[in-house]
């Protein structure tokens, strides 16, 4: 909400405060100030500023008011004319082209002299004839022989607004020579009004909280005016169909107005705040909103008795009928649903109630009678209705948040008082005021016992509650220990029951100062601890993997079916029912939940691959995979991981081997490693994915549950990414699974006494014996003896033949219960070679 | 004394002179050995006139002998200090020679590290932790009715506009737009125990991307609920936490909100660690960053959750770990944390 300062002024003393105090206030009471505009207020002199300023000021001794005594004609400029002005320094003779002054030229000295805003030689202002916010210095120059080192303002010059079809004419009242700031210096805030807050969204509500946080006095609202018409009784009716929707509607009628200009500083006001200065009449109701916070509206009453067939009209509430149409002032014509509210007349809808008049009762150019409507709406319906039509209006801005039903009335009061006041005419006796749902106000109890328990403001007694509260019209009476509070007759926001409390001890604490209550520690019962294992081996599987030289990352969790669908060689993109799908995505790219961490990963090695030239990264998240039936999808945590690049970085005395890439070992060895301690036995089988190659893919294994794939990718899917020429190894894993297989088990195996017994042992087997079927006949042929068996070489070529490998084992021997001797150890190599020969045929490697 | 003594005295005298004076001529281990050699070998004549000893009179002998004794002793103490200095000399020279350049780069092993956004986690879970607070996490793809409904969003209520929301195809199921859903659940699988936990996990809204919004961020949520929980304990809590996230002078301020989970609610502002509450443009000159919302649970989701509202109280506050990451590192654009870009991953 856009505030211009002055105006709070008007109902509260706040001269005494500089802009920004002014703003730090407000923000401490929770309306918070977005940025500050200057309009002439100057800048607070600290270098650092809590708050956003723009704007200009106007310097006392370089803008003042001025008297314009005469207009002359330019000897030289047939649009450019020269004023014979008095300011505080005597009498200046000023150029300027405003063409609102024009006709003045030449006709001698004024008899109504003008009053205008006057910007001497030096001062800084807008550019007029720039658009934007474009700063220049007055200068001395000569325009067409005439000197020219000040100026007559016009709005935008001085930024008050974007106008600049004329100088500002002031009002005659206005002293020649005061300074300008000191006359009409104003600031605009920009306030954050939270959405329990709409009784604040005016200048009236701001200015009550300043006076109950500064306990200064608040200037009442002056809704008098006079009564000279006839009386409204007969002249207008009201039927409300649904008081559920319509609480109340109100109106009051004024005769014989005209459709002037409204006074210079209600159109500045009205500008500063944002809206769009018409007329007398409709300024007055927008003028009497920003200022109390209750949306007036205007009807032109003559059109109303025309459409009655010349009768006293009846305004009826209603909801509309599925479909029916109304064409609102902005020229939009729009079909309605049934919980649309409408005000209506005897021939049919008039506007939507609470959100934007129609087009053909608002008021005309040539107004003169006017019915002003006051009302108040279920706050549900406008919402609706506003949502769907995409409709933002003052009214409805304010009406979606629950105005309290006795604004009606005052509103009604305020904007006849101002139209009357600016548009002229008469007011009929009384006001036509259809009240079916009067609102009751809470009335809740609050024990001194439960304010401090629940704020821990530690000695506060009932009667400062009652005094804290009373400073926002809350009424209070206090009994003992307890406090009994009736909320004031303007806001809604304030419930019954134990709500209704917390709803207090807000304003209570508020008021308080939240800064003001004791920091304390929770003093509560310790709640029981319970093991969050699988929160605590998801932190230790990063730490592990981060300690094996990956990094981790984190990726859109959105993606579309397309895009994903690259995974894959084939490129089969599944189709909606196997996604969680967005209904309102906010780019193509992203229009369903992912079920692939493995693409997620795979494109952030995509777009590292010209980053680095060794890539090592893996990711921690969910997928999200629908389940048949259920409304929310499976959630399911996965791990991936993927190496791509060179093998080992090149270096001042290393070179980099050419082609040495990444391949399916070392990513073997990274799950190896990352599997070290696992509850169980880790096993490799080859596997079929359609993402892996089918010969460099493996399904692994603990203790024969399958934990996750990992091999290099496929070439036909590698061929969906820009990759570089390195191969991309990369797997994906069930991090539950994972984490179960990693739990911290494991038995400790004593460490030996006494010395192994180390030897090599080769052996040649047929190609496709595997090197896992190898080592478990070693095993199985060693025994317990056989503690570690490592393959150190293979080799294949003509010492051992076609289709033959020979594989090198270092083994160890090891008893725990004393040295093996030679003649052991020749026992057990014996055992294993036989085993090997049995069982795959192989031959020992001499 | 007689010549014969008088000459072979001299003699031993000469051989000293002249084996010391040699041995000051040697340069190396080789010239010791021969110096060795030469004057403490079986051929040297030191150890001649121990062989002739026996040719001597008698009553010359121990005078004799013991010469040739002093002069043997002399030798090879000489040679024990020069060989001494000899070695030292040589291995001098030897580490003269040998010497490397130190400012070649070392050989580094790859070295993996933790995303920055899940550091700031860890740091936020382990302070915590201390305090008693357990994590506890709930789904990404969440109830409209559990994400604002049991929250105290009613359908048509205001408060609904302040988060922009994606939806799904179902209209019951929605991203969800705080860690707030995970208060309800949280409070359905402790009740009626006491509870202190925080809530982290991603979250939604519906945004353009920029270098300040996103459309998916992390929150961390505290939620307490217990008979005895006062505001005061709320901003106590979160006191002790800016201590140790922040600096432990870093001053905070609450300023009133609005939050239909939460009444009262507040926003806390951290006065600004950079510049110490000077203004920088860090605080955009202000002096202070906002950092978290929080305030006291709102009777109608303790009611939710199971918990009766007057007999139990509670608060919650929320934060974003990517901002507080911001903050320390001086990160200017969001976008860096989910662009996964090595060259940004890698300086942390």
């Known amino acids: 909400m856009k505030l211009p300062i002055s105006w709070l002024q008007d109902y509260i003393d706040i001269s005494d405060y500089d802009v920004e105090a002014l703003a730090h206030l407000l923000t401490m009471a929770g309306l918070e100030v977005n940025s500050i505009q200057l309009v ?91 658009p934007g916010w474009v700063l220049t210095k007055l200068k001395k120059a000569k325009i067409r022989g005439v000197e020219s080192s000040s100026m007559v303002a016009s709005e935008k010059e001085l930024g008050i607004s974007e106008e600049h079809e004329g100088i500002i004419l002031l009002p005659d009242d206005a002293p020649t020579g005061m300074a300008l700031a000191e006359y009409m210096g104003d600031a605009v805030f920009d306030i954050e009004i939270l959405p329990n807050n709409v009784r604040n969204a005016c200048v009236y509500g701001v200015a009550r909280e300043i006076a109950a946080f500064t306990g200064r006095a608040l200037k009442p609202l002056d ?61 007055a109701t927008n003028y009497a909103m920003l200022e109390i916070g209750e949306p007036l509206h205007a009807f032109d009453y003559d059109i109303l008795t025309r459409r009655a067939g010349g009768k006293a009209p009846t305004i009826i509430t209603r909801t509309a009928a599925q479909g029916e ?24 809808p008039l506007s939507l109630a609470g959100v934007m008049g129609g087009l053909e009762s608002e008021v005309q150019d040539n107004t003169a009678n006017v019915l002003l409507e006051g009302a108040n709406w279920n706050y549900v319906n406008i919402r609706r209705l506003t949502k769907k039509e995409h409709i933002t209006t003052e009214a409805a801005y304010r009406f979606a948040r629950d105005l309290h039903p006795s604004l009606a009335l005052d509103g009604v009061k305020l904007g006849l008082r101002y139209m009357q006041a600016w548009a002229g005419g008469t007011i009929a006796k009384g006001l036509v005021d259809n009240y079916p749902l009067p609102y009751s106000e809470p009335v809740n109890t609050l024990s001194v016992d439960f304010v401090r328990a629940r704020t821990g403001i530690p000695a506060i007694t009932a009667r400062e509650i009652a005094d804290l509260l009373a400073r926002l019209d809350f009424h209070c009476s206090v009994s003992g220990d307890t406090v009994t509070v009736t909320a004031p007759g303007y806001r809604k926001d304030i419930s019954e029951g134990v709500v209704g409390k917390a709803d207090l001890l807000e304003e209570l604490t ?65 189709d909606d029912s196997h996604y969680v799908v967005i209904a309102n995505p906010s780019t193509p790219e992203w229009t369903v939940m992912r079920r692939s961490l493995l693409h997620a990963l795979l494109k952030t090695v995509e777009k590292n691959s010209r980053v680095d030239e060794r890539i090592a990264v893996y990711e921690i998240g969910p997928v999200f995979l629908p389940v048949a039936g259920e409304k929310l999808p499976n959630e399911e945590h996965r791990l991936a991981l993927a190496l791509s690049g060179v093998r080992e970085r090149g270096s001042w005395n290393r070179a980099a081997r050419k082609n040495d890439w990444i391949d399916f070992y070392d990513l073997k060895g990274v799950v190896e490693a990352m599997l070290q301690l696992a509850t169980a036995e880790v096993t490799y089988e080859p596997a079929e994915h359609p993402s892996f190659h089918p010969g460099k893919c493996a399904r692994v294994l603990c203790g024969g549950v399958e934990l996750g794939v990992f091999g290099e990718l496929h070439p036909q899917a590698a061929e969906h990414y820009t990759f570089g020429k390195a191969p991309v190894l990369a797997g994906e894993f069930d991090l539950v699974k994972l984490i179960e297989a990693l739990a911290p088990k494991r038995e400790l195996v004593p460490v030996p006494n006494f010395p192994p017994v180390l030897e090599d042992l080769a052996v040649v087997v047929d190609e496709e014996t595997s090197a896992a079927a190898v080592e478990a006949v070693i095993r199985k042929g060693g025994g317990d003896l056989v503690t570690e068996v490592r393959l150190f070489d293979i080799y294949r070529g003509a010492q051992v033949g076609a289709g033959k490998k020979s594989l090198a084992y270092a083994l160890t021997y090891q008893s725990m219960d004393g040295t093996l001797s030679d003649k052991d150890a020749a026992k057990i190599r014996k055992k294993i070679i036989g085993r090997l020969e049995y069982e795959l045929k192989a031959k020992l490697r001499e | 004394m007689t010549e014969e003594q008088t000459n072979i005295l001299d003699q031993l005298e000469a051989v000293r002179a002249e084996a010391l004076e040699a041995l000051r001529g040697a340069k190396d281990e080789n010239d010791l050995l021969a110096w060795r050699a030469r004057y403490l ?95 506890f996490q709930s789904t990404e793809v969440e109830l409209d009715e559990i994400n604002y409904g049991k929250l105290n969003f009613p359908l048509h209520h205001p ?149 009766d509202p007057e007999k139990y109280s509670g608060f919650a506050a929320g934060m974003g770990p990517e901002r507080i990451t911001m903050l320390k590192h001086h990160i200017t654009d969001i976008r860096y944390f989910w662009g996964n870009d090595l060259r940004f991953l890698q300086q942390f």
């Not at chain 1, 005209?258 to 159109?267: E, N």
């Open chain 1, 40 to 130: 002439g207020l100057p800048m607070p002199e600290e270098s650092t500023h809590e708050f956003k300023i723009s704007g200009l000021s106007w310097p006392k001794d370089k803008f003042v008011v001025a008297q314009v005594n005469e207009v002359l004609p330019h000897p030289d400029a047939d649009k450019l004319t020269l004023c014979r002005l008095v300011d505080d320094e005597g009498e200046h003779i000023v150029l300027t082209g405003a063409p609102n002054i024009y006709h003045l030229k030449g006709i001698g000295p004024l008899e109504k002299p003008l009053k205008v805003a006057y910007a001497k030689l030096g001062a800084e202002l807008y550019d007029g004839h720039q």
């Open chain 1, 223 to 283: 809704l008098r005016y006079e009564e000279a018409g006839d009386s409204i009784t007969g002249q207008a009716m009201i039927e409300i169909t649904d008081p559920a929707l319509n609480p109340r509607f109100v109106v009051g009628l004024l005769k014989g107005a005209q459709t002037v200009p409204s006074p210079y500083h209600v159109q500045r006001r009205l500008r500063l705040a944002g809206v769009r200065p018409i007329n007398a009449i409709v300024d």
């Open chain 1, 325 to 348: 149409k109304l064409t609102t002032l902005d020229g939009v014509e729009h079909t309605l649903e049934d919980y649309t509210i409408l005000v209506t007349d005897t021939a049919g």
């Open chain 1, 510 to 574: 508020r008021l308080y100062g939240y800064n003001n209550i004791p920091h304390t520690r929770l003093a509560d019962t310790l709640p029981p601890q319970k093991p969050n294992f699988g929160f605590e081996m998801r932190n230790r599987l990063e730490d592990l993997l981060s300690a094996l030289g990956m990094t981790q990352t984190i990726s859109y969790r959105m993606t579309n079916p397309a895009d994903e669908a690259r995974v894959l060689p084939e490129q089969s993109v599944l």
């Open chain 2, 41 to 135: 070998g079986k051929a040297a004549p030191v150890m001649a006139a121990f062989q002739q000893l026996r040719n001597a009179a008698p009553d010359l002998r121990p005078l004799i002998g013991q010469k040739a004794n002093e002069v043997k002793n002399a030798l090879e103490a000489a040679l024990t200090e020069f060989g001494e200095q000899v070695k030292q000399a040589r291995l001098r020279a030897s580490l003269a020679g040998d010497k490397l350049d130190v400012t070649l780069p070392g050989r580094q092993p790859e070295r993996g590290r933790l995303h920055p956004t899940t550091q700031t986690l860890r740091e936020i879970y382990r302070i915590f932790a201390e305090m008693g607070f357990q994590v």
């Open chain 2, 159 to 307: 408060a609904r506009d302040m988060q922009d929301t994606f939806f799904t195809t179902d209209p019951d199921v929605l991203l969800r737009t705080h860690t707030s859903p995970g208060q309800y659940h949280a409070m359905r699988h402790f009740h009626p125990e006491p509870i202190r936990v925080i809530l982290p996990g991603m979250c939604y809204r519906y945004e353009q991307v920029t270098y300040r919004s996103e459309i998916q961020f992390n929150q961390v949520e505290l939620l307490v609920v217990g008979e005895n929980v006062t505001f005061g304990d709320l901003i106590g809590t979160l006191e002790d936490f800016v201590h140790r996230m922040f600096t432990p002078d870093t001053h905070i301020r609450l300023r009133p909100n609005y939050f239909p989970f939460t009444e009262p609610s507040a926003e806390m502002d951290v006065e600004c660690f950079i510049c110490g509450g000077k203004g920088c443009q860090v605080c955009k000159h202000s002096g202070w960053l906002e950092i978290l919302g929080c305030g006291m649970v709102h009777p109608n989701v303790l009611r939710n959750g199971g918990y």
